[in-house]
């Protein structure tokens, strides 16, 4: 699949894994991980991007935990609207993009975030725009955190296949994202594999 047609598919998913389906499943055992690793590795002042933020239940339970400069991208035109009904609080005070964060985040200035975070959304981007990995860098001023499927041995050199997720209809690029973002510049803090996802965080430079 090439990476318009990817990210279209995205932009205009309805159903399972749009922003409705995750409104209605809201915060998770991630959305509580993230509060956790926040609390201990940055603050509640901190500025904080969501990459891939759907309506967003994990900044909405960021937001109840304390964090309240919140900034969240997703390519889903649905997104927003959802999440003012879902969680309006979260709407009315956060900052919110829409579009695909190849197009959004080299709009940022450097050191933009003190936190980025993303979960289940790099795992999507396509080989061919590998290079907004080091955009993530860039505007990343403390700590970036990747929540990604890295296959069932993230750490054991097996996650450079290509599997397909979401029903079929969308690739899924496995990576490990300790080499991919050590090999940026950023020292890894954290490795917590789990299933599916594989919870890391990064210090920038």
């Given at each position: 699949m090439d990476p318009s047609r990817n990210r279209r598919g995205w932009a205009e998913r309805t159903g399972e894994f749009s922003p409705t389906?995750?409104?209605e499943l809201g915060p998770n055992k991630v959305s509580n991980?993230?509060?956790t690793l926040l609390d201990h590795y940055s603050?509640?002042?901190a500025s904080i991007l969501e990459l891939g933020c759907s309506s967003g239940r994990h900044l909405a339970h960021l937001r109840e935990n304390g964090f309240d400069d919140l900034t969240g991208i997703d390519?889903?035109?649905d997104a927003f609207d959802v999440m003012a009904d879902a969680f309006p609080a979260l709407a009315d005070g956060g900052t919110f993009h829409t579009g695909a964060i190849e197009d959004l985040v080299p709009e940022f200035p450097d050191d933009a975030?003190?936190?980025v975070y993303s979960v289940e959304t790099l795992q999507h981007v396509h080989p061919d725009d590998e290079w907004?990995?080091?955009e993530l860098v860039r505007v990343a001023g403390d700590l970036l955190v990747t929540v990604e499927n890295e296959g069932p041995d993230p750490d054991g050199g097996k996650t450079d296949e290509t599997i397909t997720s979401v029903k079929g209809e969308f690739p899924m690029y496995r990576r490990n994202w300790g080499t991919i973002f050590t090999e940026r510049g950023l020292e890894q803090l954290l490795s917590k594999p789990g299933k599916p996802d594989t919870?890391?965080?990064f210090a920038t430079p």
């Open positions: 389906y995750y409104a991980s993230l509060v603050s509640t002042d390519i889903n035109d975030f003190d936190v907004v990995f080091d919870i890391r965080a």
